[in-house]
């Protein structure tokens, strides 16, 4: 098969003693930076991209295959030990683990989430190496019209499906493209939004962006509300499973993975809803369900499997289609770029071995994680004691030495100040920090793919829907944004009352608990009107008394 | 005026207008920058320069005022929350106020004075803000890992950051 010989040549090329070092280093290195609290995935990968710069591409992403899943597992452990989750997707994750942690089980939690984790990965890179070339082969047919529209589905379901304020998300939207327009326009060579000054003139450079957003901004806020007392990790030993945890497990496992993978690769999938559904599944399917809440080993198999699954399913339309759903695949996105590499259906002609080594080293880095992070979580454990002034400085630190490293400019520092203040404004004021990353990445392509379609149709605005796809695309766009007004209408022809079991099994019509509960508190101090409110929390949130676990955390 | 104390206590508590106010600044600016530009209309180019930026405008514009609205009907956005934050109490300027010093010190002196300097201005300036007193304990590990990132970039990585005053030392 194909598939198999170019997956087996990515082998060879990761496993030169080179790239497997390489591939170690990342491992390593993402899940250190992944642990330290307050670092979530995207951040780990943006501010851990300097470290690239001097190798080639094809090293340089075997390390980011490291880096990427290092990440995306130091995320669970700093929500096992330390109960507060910095990453939504690793919500669910702390309900479970935290409670296992208190109650004598942090080796059990860590290592069905590190063996989860490297099973969903595993399942979850072979399904990409097997879908991702159908997909382009998919993608190679597509037209302009196809492309502009699915990338208008892409922004749109990220900034109307996420977060809890679709108002919020799009204003950020808003203020993502109106980054990415900064800069010559390519066809005619105009300035836009420059004022004057020439070093603007190519455009914000994606990474300063991102570093800002991700890393400075997140200082600045963290800065600002600096937990005063410090919060207690939990020992732990060398992580291992009886056989008990082990027959509780696996079956958790794949149906973790079976969730994360398809919403993963969905655009505005991310990993929130499959955690979360995960979750429900397996509090429902338990032979132990009065475990649940309590330390229940299946509540921490199955949303760290979905997580991991999640992760490898992102990397399937970012690869083939160079659409980026999460911010951790959009920072990846943007290193591509950085290399002059640009993902999407052509990158798997053009860049085939490199493509394929990326794909093996994902498996490699995989296993790699297992055998590290076993052992060496004691150490992992220790990092989330650094002392924060040391921590956070030193996020300020490096994210200086990134932004500045990318064109040894001291002006890209200012700018690093200026969207590091935005992304703490945005911060402060629920602003969603995903579809501005989006609206930067995706903005620039966005306007090109707009103006070849009409090039195409001579300037008829019907040439937007003169592809089947396109349309189809379309159609989805309107339902998701109609959604809500869809919902308000079937809501007031049934009482609230019948809607709530839907909460569970539909992930879309969980904001609607939080509207009830607005609705049924009119005066309360934070709510928002109605369209509004309903997107307000996160699908997580609302079934988890995750409030109640913060409070007991901050009486002592 | 009559209705001046209600709208001052509409204010009060509103620091997101705030925010509304900058996505009208920023669509207006966007709107003004891209209606300059000037391009006769091409064949090869129907959509032009100018149609997304007016697009991009309009978004913020209509968020800005939509915002607005909301706040004023008392819609407020959630903060967001993290391992190490506790949003119990208000946000600590005496904590941001010195670290942008910092930083903003690094800015102007990483030319000048080099790296191994402004880095350790940085860090060190960066970890006092935060709350750090071991002054020389800090300050060895701000060296420390200034001198680390110079090298380990330059030696590693073959990018040479600025050497500024220590020139020819390091």
């Known amino acids: 098969m194909d598939v198999f010989s170019s997956l087996m040549d990515g082998f060879a090329t990761a496993l030169t003693p080179m790239n497997f070092l390489y591939a170690v280093i990342g491992v390593v290195l993402g899940t250190a930076v992944g642990v330290l609290p307050g670092l979530g995935p995207a951040m780990t990968v943006a501010l851990l991209l300097p470290v690239t710069y001097a190798l080639e591409p094809t090293s340089a992403f075997i390390m980011f295959a490291g880096i990427y899943y290092g990440g995306m597992y130091g995320g669970s452990t700093t929500s096992i030990l330390l109960n507060t989750p910095g990453e939504s997707s690793s919500v669910v994750t702390a309900i479970e683990g935290n409670k296992m942690a ?5 080796a059990q939690a860590l290592a069905t989430a590190a063996i989860g984790s490297f099973v969903a990965g595993t399942i979850g890179t072979t399904l990409l190496a097997v879908c991702a070339p159908i997909v382009v082969d998919f993608a190679v047919s597509l037209g302009a019209p196809s492309y502009f529209a699915i990338m208008v589905l892409a922004l749109l379901a990220v900034t109307a499906v996420l977060g809890s304020s679709r108002l919020r998300g799009f204003a950020s939207l808003g203020l993502g493209l109106a980054i990415g327009l900064v800069g010559l326009d390519v066809v005619t060579g105009q300035a ?115 997580n991991n699954a999640a992760a490898a399913g992102t990397l399937t339309p970012m690869l083939a289609l160079g659409l980026p759903t999460n911010a951790t695949a959009a920072v990846m996105l943007a290193a591509f770029t950085q290399y002059g590499i640009q993902p999407g259906p052509q990158l798997f002609e053009s860049e085939g071995p490199l493509v394929w080594a990326l794909i093996a080293s994902l498996f490699i880095g995989n296993l790699l994680l297992l055998i590290i992070n076993l052992p060496l979580a004691p150490m992992w454990a220790k990092l989330l004691q650094i002392p924060r002034p040391y921590l956070y400085a030193g996020i300020l630190f490096f994210a200086t030495l990134g932004a500045y490293s990318v064109n040894l400019q001291a002006f890209d520092l200012v700018l690093l100040l200026a969207l590091g203040a935005l992304g703490f404004m945005m911060r402060r004021f629920g602003l969603p920090v995903l579809p501005l990353i989006l609206g930067v990445i995706l903005g620039p392509r966005l306007e090109k793919q707009l103006r070849q379609t009409l090039q195409l149709s001579a300037g008829d605005p019907a040439g937007l829907w003169s592809e089947p796809i396109a349309v189809t695309v379309y159609i989805i766009v309107a339902l998701i944004l109609l959604w809500p007004l869809l919902f308000k209408l079937i809501r007031r022809s049934r009482p609230a009352a019948a809607v709530r079991p839907a909460v569970a099994v539909q992930p879309a019509a969980a904001d609607h608990t939080e509207q009830r509960q607005d609705s049924s508190a009119p005066g309360a101090h934070d709510t928002t009107d109605d369209g509004d409110a309903a997107r307000r929390s996160t699908v997580p949130h609302d079934t988890v008394p995750r409030d109640t676990t913060q409070h007991e955390k901050e009486k002592p | 005026m009559s209705s001046s104390p209600t709208l001052a206590s509409r204010l009060k508590g509103r620091s997101e207008l705030g925010v509304a106010l900058l996505l009208g600044a920023a669509g207006a600016l966007v709107i003004a920058d891209a209606a300059r530009i000037v391009t006769p209309y091409s064949q090869s180019d129907p959509v032009g320069p100018k149609t997304l930026p007016f697009i991009v405008g309009g978004l913020l514009l209509v968020c800005s005022v939509m915002l607005a609205v909301n706040v004023l009907r008392g819609g407020q956005g959630e903060a967001e929350g993290g391992e190490d934050v506790d949003l119990t109490h208000p946000a600590d300027w005496k904590t941001i106020l010195p670290l942008v010093g910092a930083f903003v010190a690094n800015i102007l002196l990483i030319d000048w004075a080099g790296w191994v300097i402004s880095g350790t201005i940085l860090f060190w300036g960066s970890v006092w803000a935060l709350g750090g007193r071991r002054y020389i304990r800090d300050g060895l590990i701000s060296v420390a890992l200034s001198l680390l990132t110079f090298y380990g970039f330059y030696l590693g990585l073959g990018i040479a950051l600025p050497a500024g005053l220590l020139e020819g030392i390091l």
């Open chain 1, 192 to 306: 836009r939004l420059t004022f004057g000054v020439p070093l603007l003139a190519d455009g914000l450079d994606i990474v300063v962006v991102a570093v800002a957003i991700f890393a400075v901004g997140e200082a600045l806020w963290v800065a600002a509300h600096l937990r005063r007392n410090p919060l207690q990790v939990i020992p732990v030993g060398r992580p291992w499973m009886g056989k008990q945890d082990w027959k509780r497990s696996w079956k958790p496992w794949l149906r973790g993975t079976a969730f994360g993978f398809p919403f993963g690769a969905l655009p505005a999938g991310g990993a929130e809803i499959p955690t979360f559904l995960s979750y429900v599944t397996e509090k429902r399917l338990s032979k132990h369900p009065e475990e649940f809440g309590k330390g229940a080993i299946e509540g921490v198999a199955g949303p760290e499997a979905a």
């Open chain 1, 102 to 106: 208190k109650a004598g089980r942090a």
